[in-house]
């Protein structure tokens, strides 16, 4: 596999940059696919543990087809276009294979496997075909700075597990079979040469007048289905455990501060001043004036330190005073509230919420589900850690699911109906505007004074703008990536529909397209098939297929399966 990230990546540092900081950084934000995982989160009803997950926790599932996105794109890059479905059965047959990996004893890679391979990559190599230290800094400043906070510590782990995995895949799969059409469609997908030009509108300025009578309203509103069902909502009071309570009460020493420093490096990076004149580093962790760099950050690290182990002091004092109730044996409300009062406490209550819409105060979706959990027969939850300490909830009443009155949601009702046309009357306008440019290239007009003519026509105001010829191999780094889906379905001299996705919609025109040469003189032919069935090889074991599928059958929620079913 890693072979196959070298030839892939060959001299694309730009293109991959791009993708890998604008798509991977988890930005494979996808329904995941497999029966009962998504929909277990939703309800917090069931666990689902898989090879060391738990699939009903969103921070498992993210950390999973995390690694494997950013695993499968420094594979493949955009020569995969792999969707959401074959990056979530990636991430299940990667974890699987890991997990083979731990259970044979297959080490960890090594410091120097992990800096060989990335001196390797396509994406770091020069012109003179050796390792550009430039161009792996310009990586590395990137990944400072980038908003989703991946650092190089995540790119080694998951290297370093690829690694892990390949020496795993070499002793389980075969050579992989890739048809001649697929390589050739590949080929015609990634080195086609196009030179386009673009309409681009901002959707937020098409302001229509949209006034709806009731009974328009009243029609939407019962067209809806169950849109504006009103979800169960559940009213619980909570005792506070905050972090504030216990700060004062921590104490460090220098010792445990270097040492916390030590084991947690990536999660302290210099300030950039400090940094500016370091020079360029080949290494993904290059030596460095150790001293140096925890002097720069020592004031946070005892403040990160600190708040930790309040944290863990506050979630002990709750689950201690968890413990001190149930030995109690208070089970009402009154006999909670007085044990309460008898520690001089009280509850803090809480408006009545959602799944969904948890408060801040009990921090979000974990405690949504365990207050979803308690009732008549369970009055107080466990403690539950929140990011500002800890809580303990007290249930008051669940108040069920219900269809609401016209008169209680009109105001959604019209916001919603009110989007929806004005949707509808852009996508009306998008039409109106393409034909008038197609009728105008046609006449023999420019493309931009098609645009100038549509916009007039319609009202809307358009900005053109010509792109140099590029392949998507080599696309350029600032190139608008939702143009890609726009390819797929676009011939020569065509215009494109008004993209309707985003804030800015867009027209697209194919000036130029040139088709590559899809015979096997084409070197890149033997080189997409063998980069093709390297990867088709490592995606289709059917071991670790079987393997993956039997882990999932093991919690599967029984009412899914045949025997559950009632029989007719």
Request: aromatic share 10%.
């Amino acid at each position: 596999m890693i072979s196959w990230i070298q030839r892939t990546l060959q001299q694309h540092f730009r293109v991959i940059f791009a993708v890998l900081l604008g798509l991977i950084i988890v930005s494979f934000v996808f329904t995941i696919g497999a029966p009962g995982i998504g929909d277990a989160q939703k309800r917090g009803m069931v666990d689902r543990f898989f090879f060391g997950y738990n699939l009903a926790l969103q921070r498992d599932q993210e950390k999973l087809f995390g690694d494997a996105g950013l695993s499968a794109n420094l594979q493949v890059g955009r020569m995969g276009g792999l969707d959401s479905s074959q990056i979530q059965n990636y991430g299940f047959q990667r974890a699987a294979t890991l997990y083979l990996a731990d259970q044979w004893g297959i080490p960890a890679a090594t410091r120097d496997e992990i800096e060989a391979k990335i001196k390797t990559f396509g994406m770091f190599t020069g012109q003179d075909g050796q390792f550009d230290a430039k161009a792996y800094q310009t990586f590395r400043d990137g990944l400072k700075t980038n908003p989703r906070g991946m650092t190089e510590a995540d790119i080694a782990r998951v290297v370093s597990d690829d690694v892990r995995a390949e020496k795993v895949q070499k002793l389980l799969s075969g050579p992989g079979y890739v048809l001649p059409a697929d390589v050739k469609t590949q080929i015609s997908r990634t080195d086609t040469t196009w030179t386009l030009a673009t309409a681009t509108t901002n959707y937020n300025d098409f302001k229509p007048e949209i006034k709806p009578s009731d009974t328009e309203l009243n029609t939407f509103f019962e067209q809806a289905g169950g849109r504006y069902q009103i979800a169960p909502r559940v009213v619980v009071s909570y005792l506070d455990f905050p972090v504030t309570n216990y700060i004062t009460q921590v104490n460090v020493t220098e010792a445990e501060v270097r040492a916390f420093y030590d084991a947690n490096p990536s999660r302290f990076p210099k300030p950039a001043d400090a940094k500016k004149d370091t020079p360029p580093s080949p290494l993904l962790n290059p030596p460095s004036d150790a001293n140096a760099d925890f002097a720069a950050v020592r004031a946070q690290v005892e403040s990160t330190l600190k708040f930790e182990r309040a944290q863990k002091a506050a979630a002990k004092a709750a689950s201690d005073f968890s413990l001190a109730l149930y030995e109690s044996r208070a089970t009402t409300p009154e006999a909670i509230d007085k044990f309460l009062a008898s520690k001089t406490l009280a509850a803090k209550p809480l408006p009545a919420f959602t799944r969904d819409a948890a408060p801040s105060e009990i921090g979000g979706f974990q405690a949504a589900n365990e207050a979803f959990r308690l009732g008549k027969d369970r009055i107080a939850s466990d403690a539950l850690q929140t990011p500002m300490g800890a809580v303990i909830l007290f249930w008051k009443d669940t108040q069920p699911s219900r269809a609401p009155l016209f008169t209680e949601v009109r105001d959604k009702v019209l916001t919603d109906y009110t989007e929806n046309e004005r949707r509808k009357r852009f996508v009306d306008v998008g039409r109106t505007a393409k034909a008038e440019i197609e009728a105008r290239l046609k006449a023999g007009d420019t493309f931009d004074k098609a645009v100038a003519a549509a916009s007039s026509k319609v009202g809307l105001k358009f900005e053109t703008k010509t792109l140099a010829p590029f392949a998507l191999r080599t696309a350029p780094q600032d190139l608008d990536r939702s143009i890609f889906g726009t390819l797929e379905r676009l011939d020569k001299g065509k215009v494109s529909d008004l993209s309707t996705g985003s804030d800015t919609s867009m027209f697209v025109y194919a000036v130029d397209k040139q088709v590559p040469d899809i015979t096997d003189a084409n070197p890149r032919i033997a080189e997409t098939r063998t980069q093709l069935a390297a990867y088709h090889a490592r995606l289709s074991s059917e071991y670790i297929s079987e393997f993956v599928d039997n882990e999932l059958k093991k919690s599967e929620p029984k009412s899914a399966t045949k025997a559950d079913q009632p029989k007719s």
